[in-house]
């Protein structure tokens, strides 16, 4: 059995939308101006937490030296909330100041179609959204489709791109470390510098833990005076009993060979950790991302290629839930909001 006072207003703080509310309270151009900011912040938020580069590197970096461990998740969660309160913040101020700018006024829910086609466009757009129509709905559920209808062809070309690459020997001990211009893969024979090894632990969740280790790979009589041409980093996980195994080269403590992929740069916070320890980096060094080469990995082109597109239509299933109850909390919001008091 319920229970109300007669004569109250529902409250929209307490619908089971209310996180909404402040959404569908607001003009249209505020509307627009937070859709594509928050837009442009997940795609920037899923870019530094992929590269760990940027805010993301910052804020790991920050953890790591107050906690000792970093959590991906949760840091990709405090990166977008640091880059959303700045446009948080001057909302609050903008709407404290000049409401108009921010809140739909409560009249104009109430205006007869004929009255709003009198009114100027500018008018018109301070209106707050009165429904989402399936179109929308469709629409937003056929951007992700898109996406990973374009992604598929792309991931899978140059996955067999890769498998036509050369992996070029670099051998350290004997001076030769030049990789050809446009290089993908190489093999490096040279030692670890296992004073340098840095690991660092990521919690994805209580089941879930890795750690990721960077080391410097160098030759025959090397002094930390010298720069560092070339670095390992491999990524291992802890079994149920909280283990974990790093190959066998790695705990080497003479020469090995170093093989898989190359990328240009390391995480940020990796950079800022051995310049602290004084080592010096080579203005164009590499990094050999442990293993990752085309004909051991075992893969086929075409597995991440389906792993984007379906995480594509992840997204499409989702977004089309989620605009479908948009659809149909508006409506009933917009009726509360027009209840008598």
Not at 161 to 180: F, H, K, N, W
Not at 259 to 282: D, H, N
Not at 290 to 295: A, I, M, Q, V
Request: with cysteine; net charge positive; aromatic share 12%.
């Amino acid at each position: 059995m319920k229970f109300a006072i007669q004569g109250s207003r529902p409250s929209l703080r307490n619908s089971p939308g209310r996180w909404l509310t402040p959404w569908f309270r607001m003009t249209p151009p505020a509307q627009i101006i937070w859709a594509i900011y928050c837009a442009a912040a997940f795609a920037y938020t899923m870019y530094s937490a992929t590269t760990e580069s940027g805010l993301d590197a910052y804020l790991i970096r920050l953890e790591l030296d107050t906690f000792g461990a970093a959590e991906e998740a949760l840091t990709a969660v405090l990166t977008l909330g640091v880059l959303v309160a700045p446009l948080w913040a001057i909302t609050r101020a903008v709407g404290r100041f000049a409401p108009s700018l921010v809140w739909a006024s409560a009249d104009d829910s109430n205006q007869s179609e004929a009255g709003l086609r009198e009114r100027g466009l500018m008018d018109r757009m301070q209106r707050p959204v009165q429904s989402v129509s399936w179109t929308v709905v469709l629409v937003a559920t056929a951007i992700p489709i898109l996406v990973g209808a374009v992604l598929f062809p792309v991931i899978y070309y140059s996955g067999q791109r890769d498998r036509q690459e050369t992996v070029y020997p670099i051998d350290l001990t004997s001076g030769i470390a030049d990789l050809p211009k446009g290089a993908r893969f190489a093999d490096v024979k040279g030692r670890m510098e296992q004073s340098y090894r840095l690991a660092f632990k990521h919690t994805f969740n209580t089941a879930t833990v890795s750690h990721e280790l960077f080391a410097p790979i160098t030759g025959g009589g090397w002094t930390p005076a010298d720069p560092i041409r070339y670095f390992v980093r491999d990524v291992s996980y802890e079994d149920g009993r909280g283990r974990k195994e790093w190959p066998e080269e790695f705990r080497k403590k003479g020469i090995a060979q170093f093989s898989g992929k190359i990328s240009r740069s390391l995480p940020a916070f990796v950079e800022r950790e051995y310049q602290s320890k004084g080592l010096k980096l080579a203005a164009s060094y590499s990094v050999i991302e442990w293993n990752h080469l085309p004909d051991r990995d075992g893969s086929s082109p075409s597995v991440d290629a389906e792993l984007a597109s379906g995480f594509c239509l992840f997204v499409a299933v989702c977004m089309f839930l989620m605009m479908t109850i948009v659809r149909v909390m508006v409506p009933r919001m917009r009726k509360k909001q027009q209840a008598p008091g």
